[in-house]
Structure formats: C-alpha cells, structure tokens
C-alpha cells in the first residue's frame, strides 16, 4: 500500500507545489497582509486572526492550524496523494510567510515593501502573485487552502448543476443550458425530467452494488 503511494509521488509535483507555495507567500506576506486587506479562504481568516491575537500566534500558525480539517477533508474524498501534496504545500507556504514576516529583514508590519500604501497596486499585485500560487497549486495536484470550496466544485456530480459548473465538466454545462431552455420548452423539460429519473435508477444500482461489496470486506 505504502509502495503504490509512493509511486504515485513525482518530484516535480513536489518542486512545482514548492514553488507554488513560495509564490503564495510573497503574495501574501509582501503586498496583501501589511495594508490589512484579505485574501479569500484560509488566507484572509489567517490573516485576520494574527493581526488581532497576541504577536506570537502568526500568520503561519493559524495557516497551519485552519488548513487541519480541511486537509482531513482532503484525505477522505481524494486520497492520500492529494492530501501529501496538499500538506507539502500548506507546509510550505506557511514556512515561507514565517520566514519573509519574522525572519528576513523586510518590514511588512505598516506597508507593503514593495508598493507603499496604495491599496490597489497592493490588490492587484497581491491578487495576481497568490492566484499564480494557487493555480500552480491545484494544476499540481495540491491546494493552498480553501479546499471545502474546490472540491465541492470539482466532485460535483454530472447532471446536477447548482448554476455553477465543475472543472472539466462540459456535461454540466449542458445540463444548465439545458434547464435554461426547458423553461420554454416543454418537449424539453419532459424529456430533462426523464433523464434525471434514469440517472436516480443509475446511483441507486450503484449504492446498492457498492452496499453489497462493503457486506462482502
């Protein structure tokens, strides 16, 4: 079991989400933190958190700590691998905030180094770097933070669209389209309501197949 794990681990997966999680950081750290705006997720609640508890609780600390169940999340609906590459880069991330906040010689306590006060040129750069971070993330297998949001987007289910549609999920797609149009169209909507009978029959027959395989361990 360990082996097949192993195996499915690449050393560039791991320098990509190294990259990805320095990328993050420096995005962070250098241009969103030190004017008090706030990245979305565990970022921006991370962030939040430090400016308003005591100096020894980090940002890095409470990245560590929110990023918890949402990694046990992770290892539940994607797997051990995921959840690696996922840790490795929180780690990562949260390592590199740490070192640019507390230990390297930049001031990101009232401003950002690199762009002053001004809030825009801070969100927009800060914006862009950490979603170049994130990307590389999720394009590597892993994930900064957040993950509840992904992944509730990338399980989504075919042919149940809640006006939102899945990574690679054209399928989706079509189903809101479809819906969009059968408001007008009854032949449509007839033949909608059909198809989404068939599919409950299709995950019936699969829960009661897999019920008989768990009885069967």
């Given at each position: 079991?360990?082996?097949?794990i192993l195996a499915k681990l690449s050393p560039f997966h791991f320098l990509m989400l190294l990259i990805a999680g320095i990328i993050n950081a420096i995005g962070v750290t250098l241009f969103i933190?030190?004017?008090?705006?706030?990245?979305?997720?565990?970022?921006?609640?991370?962030?939040?958190?430090?400016?308003?508890?005591?100096?020894?609780?980090?940002?890095?600390?409470?990245?560590?700590?929110?990023?918890?169940?949402?990694?046990?999340?992770?290892?539940?609906?994607?797997?051990?691998?995921?959840?690696?590459?996922?840790?490795?880069?929180?780690?990562?991330?949260?390592?590199?905030?740490?070192?640019?906040?507390?230990?390297?010689?930049?001031?990101?306590?009232?401003?950002?180094?690199?762009?002053?006060?001004?809030?825009?040129?801070?969100?927009?750069?800060?914006?862009?770097?950490?979603?170049?971070?994130?990307?590389?993330?999720?394009?590597?297998?892993?994930?900064?933070?957040?993950?509840?949001?992904?992944?509730?987007?990338?399980?989504?289910?075919?042919?149940?669209?809640?006006?939102?549609?899945?990574?690679?999920?054209?399928?989706?797609?079509?189903?809101?389209?479809?819906?969009?149009?059968?408001?007008?169209?009854?032949?449509?909507?007839?033949?909608?309501?059909?198809?989404?009978?068939?599919?409950?029959?299709?995950?019936?027959?699969?829960?009661?197949?897999?019920?008989?395989?768990?009885?069967?361990?």
């Amino acid at each position: 079991m360990k082996k097949n794990i192993l195996a499915k681990l690449s050393p560039f997966h791991f320098l990509m989400l190294l990259i990805a999680g320095i990328i993050n950081a420096i995005g962070v750290t250098l241009f969103i933190a030190p004017v008090q705006l706030y990245d979305s997720g565990i970022s921006g609640t991370s962030i939040l958190l430090s400016q308003l508890t005591p100096d020894y609780l980090s940002l890095s600390f409470f990245l560590i700590l929110l990023n918890i169940p949402l990694l046990l999340f992770g290892f539940k609906r994607q797997g051990a691998v995921f959840s690696i590459y996922a840790i490795f880069t929180v780690c990562v991330y949260s390592v590199a905030a740490w070192l640019i906040t507390d230990v390297l010689p930049i001031d990101v306590s009232i401003a950002s180094p690199l762009a002053g006060t001004d809030l825009f040129l801070c969100a927009l750069f800060g914006g862009i770097i950490s979603g170049v971070g994130s990307g590389l993330a999720i394009r590597y297998g892993g994930a900064m933070d957040g993950m509840d949001a992904l992944l509730a987007t990338v399980q989504m289910p075919s042919g149940i669209p809640v006006a939102t549609v899945a990574l690679n999920g054209a399928k989706n797609a079509a189903w809101l389209a479809a819906e969009i149009l059968a408001l007008s169209d009854d032949t449509l909507a007839g033949k909608l309501e059909a198809e989404r009978v068939s599919m409950a029959q299709q995950i019936a027959a699969k829960e009661e197949k897999l019920q008989n395989e768990l009885k069967e361990l």
